[in-house]
């Protein structure tokens, strides 16, 4: 992971996430440290973890969330994600789609290239995005979806992660997720944002990788008798918010 811009800009992969209490986290994760390293970045980071920041994007349906909820196999989404907890800070921005494709799960991001005014919300923000971001696919999904379904910014995710890469296979990594927050938003900062906690007092841990799961981790999986959760962060933050609920 990187927050100068250099991160991987495409991937497909697999992704199984879990929930775990804290006491269960503490352990499982000093279990898997026999077997994985921190990523480099957050070595020398506090608490060796990074903050994320994202702004989702759906229509005035929510027809994102609900094909998520409905299980469907091919969905994505839009969201600009940042590693800045100030509006201050130079730190990139990306636009991001995101999405599964049957049981693939695919990444595609462009950066938001500066400067632009880090304080804009609603339209005023999705014309920045169109003016500012790389040219592309994404960018292009992103003008078609905008004025064909006309999406919009309505929710922001916030969380610490603590990142890792097997010692034995670069493409095998695992991310500890925790203090998620979500608050209704057009902007992604803010001035008096609403918080809402997510999951409190546990932690998303999520195994992405390209090919199979190593049998180290299936032995962890069966030790600690861990299960899969299809557990989206902003169909939860959605939910908690009461964004679903139909106003009239």
């Given at each position: ?150 999406i919009a910014p309505v929710a922001l995710i916030d969380y610490l992660r603590r990142p890792y890469i097997s010692k034995f296979d670069p ?78």
């Open positions: 992971m990187s927050q100068k811009g250099d991160a991987k800009l495409h991937f497909l992969r697999f992704e199984f996430k879990y929930v775990l209490p804290q006491a269960q986290r503490s352990e499982v994760e000093a279990e898997l440290r026999h077997f994985v390293e921190l990523d480099p970045y957050v070595a020398d980071q506090p608490g060796q973890q990074y903050f994320v920041r994202s702004l989702y994007f759906d229509d005035p349906t929510l027809s994102s969330f609900h094909e998520k909820q409905d299980g469907q196999h091919t969905r994505s989404k839009f969201r600009i994600r940042t590693y800045a907890r100030t509006v201050d800070s130079d730190t990139p921005w990306f636009l991001e789609i995101k999405g599964r494709y049957n049981n693939l799960v695919f990444k595609h991001r462009a950066p938001i290239r500066a400067p632009f005014d880090r304080r804009l919300r609603g339209d005023a923000l999705v014309n920045m995005i169109l003016e500012r971001c790389a040219p592309g696919p994404v960018r292009d999904q992103f003008a078609y979806e905008r004025f064909r379904k006309q493409e095998f990594r695992l991310t500890f997720d925790c203090d998620l927050t979500a608050s209704e938003s057009d902007a992604m900062f803010p001035p008096h944002p609403r918080l809402r906690q997510l999951l409190p007092g546990r932690t998303v841990m999520e195994v992405k990788f390209r090919h199979h799961v190593p049998s180290w981790f299936h032995r962890i999986i069966q030790a600690w008798e861990l299960r899969r959760r299809s557990i989206s962060k902003i169909c939860t933050g959605i939910e908690a918010l009461g964004l679903q609920l139909d106003p009239s």
